[in-house]
């Protein structure tokens, strides 16, 4: 006898999965279709929960009753459960219902539990949005995005790593740019404290627009918490300076109703993402990743700063360095003042600070000559840290440090 209410439906576009966990079976739908004699089509495919495949598969015009019950004896012969006709007839209503009707409208209260927006890794990912790492090539946007993929799998951030991991979960990689071996030999090193850990993997081609309905489909078997996409220029395809492969491969990402961590690059001679300015407005939160130049061949030192934020206010820029061992990797937290490239991540005034705990007490032009600024921006922060009683200016002219604690800017 069926149990109603049992029933588990989900999916968008064209990928659904429907189970019925009281029969312990599956059916992934793929392409459903609307046709002009008002047939509702799909490809059907019919599984156990375990994942083995039940052979009565294909083509299915689920609108008409008689196929229905025809196809619903084909699976009892083959899979008893005793309640194959209601489990076809829920499962034509459902489809139904979600291909003429879309997302259902939802009523928005006010709620001060609700304040605070959810993330998946905070400050990083914000829930179920998509956030973009951007940065020229070589910095380390694939080993940070690994590093955090991890620290979603396990629950534990690496050291170093200034974060909060809210939720934990699966992650997919979708992969336009490396191979399998390079990943595999990644993900060798990062856990190599824990091999047992896995990541979901599938390397790509085609834009993600053209290739969603299979992505989707991995999406609803494997039910990741985040996804990855390793590089939103070859995951958008086209023109990226053109709107349309901006907007087009955003609406594909959010079809997937997933977390997304995007990994950008940068054009030459700039600090911008590549491609149209819609590759920033449509993510939610943007970060930029720089590296230090190496100096020891097996470390990697990076920087992160918050370039955008639709969703509260923006983060501190934090530091964290890679060191390649034979067969693992480590890492720490780096400071980025004691860095020459990536001091400037943290903003003039904590530079400031940071010169002035170092040397004691300066003049505003050998401050302006250590940050390589003008003697006005120098005293601009000066006179907004002395506000704050964070520095005061001595007799000799010199500025000198009040206080040793973090200062909120």
């Not at 989900?10 to 189970?19: A, D, L, V």
């Not at 979600?98 to 990912?125: F, H, K, M, N, S």
């Not at 720089?290 to 820029?317: C, Q, T, W, Y």
Request: glycine residues 8%; proline residues 6%.
């Amino acid at each position: 006898m069926a149990e109603e209410g049992k029933a588990i439906f989900e999916g968008t576009g064209t990928s659904f999965i429907y189970r019925y966990p009281p029969a312990e079976v599956r059916i992934k739908i793929r392409m459903p279709k609307f046709h002009s004699d008002g047939r509702l089509t799909a490809i059907l495919r019919f599984e156990t929960a375990s994942g083995s495949r039940i052979p009565a598969s294909g083509i299915v015009n689920l609108s008409a009753p008689r196929t229905r019950a025809s196809l619903a004896k084909d699976l009892e012969d083959q899979c008893p459960t005793g309640v194959w006709p209601y489990i076809l007839d829920d499962l034509y209503q459902r489809l139904e219902t979600a291909l003429l009707e879309g997302e259902p409208a939802e009523l928005i209260r006010a709620d001060a539990e609700t304040l605070e927006v959810p993330y998946l890794v905070r400050p990083l990912l914000p829930w179920q949005m998509p956030t973009v790492f951007y940065g020229p090539g070589g910095v380390g946007k694939g080993w940070l995005a690994l590093l955090i993929a991890k620290a979603v799998i396990t629950g534990f951030p690496a050291r170093g790593l200034p974060v909060t991991v809210e939720r934990m979960g699966p992650v997919l990689y979708l992969d336009w740019e490396s191979s399998l071996e390079d990943i595999h030999a990644r993900w060798t090193r990062i856990c190599q404290d824990d091999p047992s850990r896995g990541i979901i993997y599938r390397k790509c081609a085609g834009p993600l627009i053209k290739d969603l309905e299979y992505i989707q489909g991995l999406v609803l078997e494997n039910d990741p918490i985040l996804v990855i996409i390793d590089s939103a220029g070859l995951a958008a395809g086209g023109d990226l300076n053109k709107v349309e492969s901006a907007t087009e491969f955003f609406r594909a990402v959010r079809e997937l109703k997933r977390t997304a961590l995007i990994i950008a690059h940068t054009p030459k001679h700039s600090d911008s993402v590549f491609g149209s300015v819609y590759f920033t407005n449509l993510a939610r939160s943007v970060w930029e990743v720089r590296a230090e130049p190496k100096e020891v061949e097996d470390e990697l030192v990076m920087g992160l700063a918050h370039r955008k934020s639709n969703i509260g206010p923006f983060h501190k820029p934090f530091g964290i360095l890679l060191k390649f061992r034979d067969r693992s990797l480590e890492t720490r937290p780096a400071n980025l003042q004691e860095t020459e490239t990536l001091a400037n991540l943290e903003g003039t005034a904590k530079r400031i600070l940071y010169y002035l705990r170092h040397e004691g007490k300066a003049s505003v032009k050998d401050i302006a000559r250590s940050l390589g600024v003008t003697n006005k921006t120098v005293m601009n922060h000066l006179y907004i840290l002395k506000k704050l009683k964070a520095v005061a200016k001595l007799p000799d002219g010199q500025w000198g440090i009040l206080i040793e604690e973090e200062v909120p800017f």
